[in-house]
């Protein structure tokens, strides 16, 4: 099969076509044909050897989106033909944080696909049955494909978290990058009103147009009264953190009384305050947001199928032009999503 093989970490041009053997599937694994791989951020961090995890040669990709062709003699959930998404963390499936559906908190993890285990980025995958969810009907691969990593983490922090209903306040930090834009999405669907906070004025007609309500630029991390003001001294329902220390004590600032913080990202690492005084009197909770689950990433395919939420693909690219995707992407001139099609 044709894969690209990262045999090195580096420039974007370690990413070369080769032809390798087509892998064979396992008792508990499933042989699909990748119809799409996404090319995420992670996948350049990856590449450059940040993450020692990942020991080339590897073949990365973890925004796939694929039909199966066979199954090993332990799977019985899937048949060849489904057409099937995957999450790219592998957990064990049988410790007690997995066996009470906290599989991000699995600490018998078996890596991730893309990183521990060959990803997308190839004609061919063998994957574990457990990482797979079928599509809705008629949902297209070129859409399923970005559910786990660009909505599942907002998903989970605007309906599993924030439990939002129609006509609620949604803030959402850092709304100009993909999940912040997918944040707008599914606030918007489900009815509720979104403010969108972002530092650079040149995104806000962008953001307008992807169904942000109100778009709020705060460059210095300062928009607590913003959203007060917006929201008649009230405050935000609920807070979907993607940028962390830099904006959170605006964020706590947003806060109307009984109100809850998600953090899905902190892009700094640096500790900040929380007043306990005002957890008290506020009521608010602060709550941390991985990756959906299996369950969760199915419920998220339905939800973006029925509400017609679609990710905006900048590109679609042939697969031996990874390089080129990689670069394109580095250059931060891309606006939505970039797509490697085997
Ligand atoms: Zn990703
Ligand atoms: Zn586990």
């Not at 606030?187 to 007609?205: E, F, H, M, P």
Request: net charge neutral; glycine share 10%.
């Amino acid at each position: 099969m044709k894969a690209i093989v990262m045999d090195e970490f580096g420039e974007p041009d370690v990413l070369k076509m080769q032809e390798i053997p087509r892998p064979l599937p396992g008792a508990d694994e499933v042989l699909v044909r990748i119809k799409c791989c996404g090319v995420c951020h992670l996948d350049l961090i990856l590449r450059s050897g940040m993450r020692s995890r990942v020991k080339p040669p590897r073949i990365l990709g973890h925004e796939l989106a694929a039909e199966v062709l066979e199954v090993g003699a332990n799977v019985d959930d899937f048949v060849p033909g489904d057409r099937i998404t995957s999450f790219n963390f592998q957990a064990c499936g049988k410790c007690a944080d997995c066996l009470r559906g906290r599989p991000s908190l699995c600490r018998q993890t078996l890596g991730d696909i893309g990183q521990t285990r060959d990803g997308g980025y190839a004609e061919y995958a063998v994957l574990l049955a457990s990482n797979l969810v079928k599509l809705p009907d008629g949902m297209l691969f070129e859409h399923a494909c970005f559910a786990a990593c660009v909505y599942g983490p907002p998903y989970k922090a605007i309906r599993g978290v924030g439990k939002i209903q129609p006509g609620q306040t949604v803030v959402i930090t850092g709304a100009s990058g993909g999940l912040g834009l997918a944040a707008i999405q599914i606030t918007k669907s489900l009815g509720a009103r979104s403010i969108a906070i972002t530092s650079n004025a040149s995104k806000v007609d962008r953001l307008k147009a992807l169904g942000a309500d109100e778009v709020v630029v705060s460059p210095d991390g300062a928009f607590g009264e913003d959203v007060r003001q917006l929201t008649k001294g009230r405050g935000a329902d609920l807070v979907v953190e993607l940028i962390g220390s830099p904006t959170f004590h605006g964020s706590l600032r947003s806060l109307a009384p009984g109100g809850r913080i998600a953090v899905v990202g902190e892009l700094h690492g640096t500790p900040v305050e929380i007043n306990l005084g005002l957890l008290i009197i506020k009521e608010f909770e602060l709550h941390g947001v991985q990756s959906a689950n299996r369950a969760e990433l199915q419920e998220i395919l339905q939800f973006m199928h029925d509400n017609a939420i679609e990710p905006t693909i900048w590109k679609s690219l042939p697969l031996d032009k990874a390089a080129e995707a990689h670069r394109e992407l580095a250059n931060r001139e891309v606006i939505g999503r970039v797509l490697l099609v085997p």
